[in-house]
């Protein structure tokens, strides 16, 4: 991945995150993509236009015990009481299942 297209799509606390993961590091770049998009998807009926948000708006951050959440940065969402996130990946596959809990 170059490093344009790496600085396009994940903060650096991503970047930081997976870079230190070394041989796996493509693995967790993958998940964190999928839960961008499936952070997209669950939160897209509350936005009035899709570009209203883009990737860096978006990032996962993982507490002390590995458990990762999702940030929404610069994105003022009404009613929003709690997203949750499960990330898993494997070789070549990586998935993420967002849930998002609205008033
Ligand atoms: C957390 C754990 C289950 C992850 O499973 P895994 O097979 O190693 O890896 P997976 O690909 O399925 O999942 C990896 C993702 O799990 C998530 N994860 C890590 N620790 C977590 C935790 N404490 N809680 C929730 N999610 C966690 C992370 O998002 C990680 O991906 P990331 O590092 O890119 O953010 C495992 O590492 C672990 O600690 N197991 C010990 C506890 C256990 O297995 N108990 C059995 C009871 S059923």
């Not at 297209?5 to 999928?34: D, W």
Request: net charge positive; proline share 1%.
């Amino acid at each position: 991945m170059g490093k344009k297209f790496l600085e396009r799509v994940f903060t650096k606390k991503e970047i930081e995150y997976c870079e230190s993961k070394k041989a796996q590091k493509y693995q967790h770049y993958a998940a964190r993509f999928a839960a961008k998009e499936a952070t997209f998807k669950a939160i897209s009926w509350k936005l009035k236009d899709k570009y209203e948000i883009s990737w860096k708006n978006i990032e996962v951050e993982n507490d002390k015990q590995g458990r990762p959440n999702i940030n929404l940065i610069g994105v003022d969402l009404e009613n929003i009481e709690d997203i949750d996130i499960s990330i898993s990946h494997c070789k070549n596959y990586a998935v993420a299942y967002v849930t998002v809990l609205s008033k």
